[in-house]
């Protein structure tokens, strides 16, 4: 639920001074940087799975991500002013302890392939990069860095990590419902998707039109999308709800298209709500129903709770 609490929180432009256009100031906003890294914690376990030399179970529970996890306990209890610094000092080198980790599996394993992983590695350094940015703005006051954390958590850090699951599992899970529809994942495509996240941030966090970015990723997707079987997967329901989750990748990045030609045309916070509430959330929905199903070998068909959570997502 942080996609849709924290959008009040994510201004499109800021006031001198530290408060938002709207009235918001980004010291609120801080509570929902560690909420917003959980969407992270389904792919990371799927991360472990793939690459991991042991059990994950065994490399999963590390008391060094203690810290990152007392962070988010303290984000939500709303302790005053004073959070911040608990935050910050409990969630930052926990987050660093599971990056370090992470690349550590990366090392020890005996994978041959391990792309898909080192791409989920490079997006852990960028949500470094902005717990390290949340530090800067909290001791100094310059809210710059306050906006260059927010840019680098979602467009350095989780669109990447989404993208990259998404890349290595769902045309596999088309697959292996539909074995008509022929798998299709390059790495280049897998590179461009990312690329693209990644210079969609940096245009934002400089104040230039993203533009450059956006009109080539909302083909990319749109023609991607259309790959990996769209249209066919409306035969199974359960592959229905992954497909048009990540159908909605085109329509977010169209959304931002208008304010980048002119910005009088700009629609507010409605592109970003597609990517969080229209990716991010129905694809958790959809992911979390898919492997479940598959995982307790019940058959693979979404079940009347899950279609409904994911139906109330699509529409708000």
């Given amino acids: 639920m942080v ?3 924290g959008l009040p929180a994510w201004p499109s432009h800021h006031h001198p001074g530290g408060t938002s256009g709207n009235g918001t100031c980004p010291a609120d906003a801080l509570r929902y940087f560690p909420a917003i890294h959980d969407g992270l914690h389904l792919h990371r376990r799927a991360a472990l799975a793939w690459y991991a030399p042991t059990k994950p179970d065994a490399l999963s529970v590390d008391p060094r991500s203690n810290g990152y996890r007392g962070g988010r306990v303290v984000a939500g209890s709303g302790l005053g002013q004073g959070r911040l610094v608990v935050i910050l000092l409990l969630y930052g080198p926990g987050f660093a302890s599971l990056t370090f980790t992470f690349a550590g599996l990366i090392w020890r394993s005996q ?4 792309r898909h992983a080192l791409m989920v590695l490079a997006a852990f350094g960028a949500g470094l990069a902005g717990v390290v940015a949340a530090g800067v703005w909290l001791f100094s006051g ?3 860095y306050w906006l260059a ?3 680098l958590a979602l467009w350095g850090f ?3 990590v989404f993208l990259t699951v998404c890349h290595r599992m769902l045309p596999f899970f088309t697959g292996s419902a539909m074995p008509e529809v022929k798998q299709w994942r390059p790495y280049l495509l897998l ?3 990312v690329a693209g996240s990644w210079l969609h941030g940096i245009l934002v966090m400089t104040q230039h039109t993203s533009l450059l970015a956006d009109l080539p990723l909302t083909v990319l997707f749109g023609y991607t999308s259309w790959r990996w ?4 997967s409306r035969k199974v329901r359960l592959l229905w709800m992954l497909h048009l989750s990540f159908a909605r990748l085109a329509v977010a990045f169209f959304l931002y298209t208008p304010a980048g030609l002119m910005p009088s045309l700009s629609l507010g916070l409605a592109p970003l709500h597609a990517v969080t509430v229209g990716f991010f959330m ?3 929905i959809a992911f979390v129903s898919r492997v479940t199903t598959g995982h307790s070998g019940l058959p693979l068909q979404a079940h009347g709770c899950g279609v409904f959570i994911w139906r109330y997502m699509s529409w708000h």
Avoid: F, H, K, Y
């Fill in 158 to 160: 989780l669109l990447p």
């Fill in 3 to 5: 996609c849709r609490t």
């Fill in 282 to 284: 129905t694809m958790v």
């Fill in 111 to 114: 994978q041959s392939d391990r």
């Fill in 191 to 193: 590179i461009a998707m």
């Fill in 229 to 232: 079987g769209l249209l066919p």
């Fill in 149 to 151: 954390m927010r840019d």
């Fill in 142 to 144: 310059e809210t710059s």
